[in-house]
C-alpha cells in the first residue's frame, strides 16, 4: 500500500475510532515531558513572523483541506493545550526560540479566525504542513500552503498593522522584527524524490539550481515588503529520518546518504545565496542556520544529548523505524518520549527542539553565521 493510500484510509475511518482516541489520551496525558529552558526575560523585538512546513506548523493545516493535518493526539501530548496541529509532541523550534526572545504567547497560526485585530501586531506563523519552497512540493498531500502563497498572506498582514500603528510605525515594527523561514525537506522528500513527481525528470543539480533561483527570488521578495532580519534555515538531514529510513529499508539505522548528499549541495548554495543578498540588499540581514549539522550531530551520537533512540519515531506506524504513517491515535506509541530524538516519521521531538532553538539562539558560527539569533534580535537598524 502507498502511503497516500494509507493517509486516505486513516482519514476515512478517524472518526470512528475518535471514542478510542479520547481514552488512549486520557490514559498518557498524566505525564509530561516537556523539556525546560531558559526564558529571556525581557522582549527582544517587537514581533517575529514565520514561514515554513511542518517543522513549524501551528495549525495553520487545520483550516485547509489537507492529508497533512495534525490536529489529533498522540500529537501535542506535551503541549500544554493538546493537539493543536503541531507535528510534535509538544513545541516546535519556533514556539521554543519565541520563548527565548521573551514573548509570552506562541505565534497564531494566519489561518485561524480569532488572528486578528491587536493580536497580530506581535507575529504571525504563517507555516503549512507539506509545504515547499517550489508550489508543486507536497502535492500527494492534495492541501498546502506554499512560501509564495505564505508570503501572499504576510503581504496582507502587514497591511492590516499599518492601519492598526499606521504607515511610520507599522513600517518601523515591520523592519525591526524577526523573520523566520524554514522550508526545503518536502520540496526533496515530498517531490523529487516522491512517485509520479513533477520534476522527476531533472537532475540532482538541476532541481538544486531550480529551489536556489526560486528561494532567492521569495526571499528577495519578502525584503521588498520590509523584512530586514531575517534568519533562513537549511535543509535538515533528511536521508537520516524515520520516513526515509523505512521507505529504503535501511539496515542498522545507515542514513540515505544520495539524499544526504544532495542537500548539502543545496545546503552550500543557500548559504552563498545568503552571502550574495546580504552583500547585494542595503540594509538587510540575513543569517543562515546550519540546521543540517545541528541535528545530524544528535543523530549520529544520541548519547551525548541525552537520548538512547535516533532513528525510530516514539509516535509512527509501519516498519522496523515505525516511519510509514504519521502519528495518529492508532499509532504505537513510546513509553518514553525523552529518549527519541525523532517524535514521527518526519518531525524532531519537544526535547531535541529545544536543543537545537539554543544552538540557534545562543550558538557560535558552527550553527548560526554570520551572527546567532540573540544577536540579530540586539542588532538596532
Not at 500527494?140 to 498593522?161: E, H, M, N, V, Y
Not at 525584503?223 to 537549511?234: D, F, L, N, T
Request: proline share 5%; net charge neutral; hydrophobic share 40%.
Amino acid at each position: 500500500m502507498s502511503r497516500v493510500a494509507a493517509l486516505n484510509m486513516i482519514a476515512e475511518s478517524f472518526c470512528p475510532v475518535r471514542w478510542i482516541s479520547v481514552v488512549l489520551w486520557c490514559s498518557v496525558l498524566a505525564t509530561h515531558h516537556v523539556w525546560p529552558i531558559s526564558r529571556t526575560s525581557a522582549q527582544l523585538v517587537p514581533a517575529t513572523f514565520c514561514f515554513g512546513d511542518s517543522l513549524a506548523d501551528p495549525g495553520n493545516n487545520n483550516y485547509i483541506n489537507t492529508l497533512s493535518k495534525a490536529n489529533y493526539p498522540f500529537n501535542g501530548i506535551d503541549f500544554a493545550a493538546g493537539p493543536t496541529g503541531r507535528f510534535t509532541n509538544g513545541r516546535t523550534t519556533v514556539d521554543i526560540i519565541g520563548e527565548l526572545l521573551g514573548f509570552k504567547d506562541y505565534l497564531p497560526p494566519y489561518m485561524a479566525p480569532s488572528t486578528t485585530g491587536n493580536v497580530i501586531r506581535y507575529g504571525v506563523n504563517y507555516a503549512s504542513g507539506a509545504a515547499g519552497i517550489l508550489d508543486s512540493s507536497g502535492y500527494a498531500f492534495i492541501g498546502r500552503i506554499p512560501l509564495s502563497q505564505q508570503l501572499d498572506q504576510f503581504a496582507k498582514t502587514s497591511a492590516q498593522i499599518a492601519q492598526l500603528l499606521g504607515s511610520e510605525a507599522g513600517s518601523n515594527l515591520i523592519a525591526q522584527s524577526i523573520y523566520s523561514v524554514n522550508l526545503g525537506a518536502n520540496d526533496f522528500l515530498d517531490n523529487y524524490y516522491a512517485p509520479f513527481s513533477p520534476i522527476g525528470n531533472l537532475s540532482a543539480g538541476a532541481v538544486n539550481n531550480l529551489l536556489l533561483s526560486t528561494y532567492q527570488q521569495h526571499l528577495t521578495k519578502l525584503y521588498s515588503m520590509g523584512a530586514r532580519k531575517i534568519v533562513v534555515a537549511s535543509v535538515g538531514p533528511a536521508g537520516c529520518t524515520p520516513y526515509r529510513l523505512t521507505t529504503t529499508q535501511a539496515v542498522n539505522g545507515e542514513c540515505d546518504q544520495k539524499v544526504n548528499q544532495q542537500i548539502q549541495a543545496f545546503n552550500t548554495g543557500l548559504e552563498a545565496l545568503l552571502d550574495g543578498l546580504n552583500a547585494n540588499l542595503p540594509g538587510v540581514h540575513f543569517i543562515y542556520l546550519n540546521a543540517y549539522d545541528a541535528v545530524y550531530e544528535i543523530i549520529q551520537n544520541p548519547n551525548a544529548y541525552g537520548f538512547t533512540i535516533s532513528d525510530t519515531a516514539c509516535c509512527g506506524t509501519g516498519g522496523t523505524y515505525k516511519g510509514l504513517l504519521p502519528c495518529t491515535p492508532l499509532s504505537s506509541l513510546c513509553t518514553d518520549r525523552t529518549n527519541y530524538v525523532f517524535w514521527d516519521p518526519y518531525h524532531t521531538s519537544d526535547k531535541a527542539n529545544v536543543i537545537l532553538s539554543n544552538r540557534f539562539f545562543y550558538g557560535d558560527s558552527s550553527y548560526a553565521r554570520p551572527m546567532n539569533i540573540q544577536q540579530l534580535a540586539l542588532l538596532n537598524l
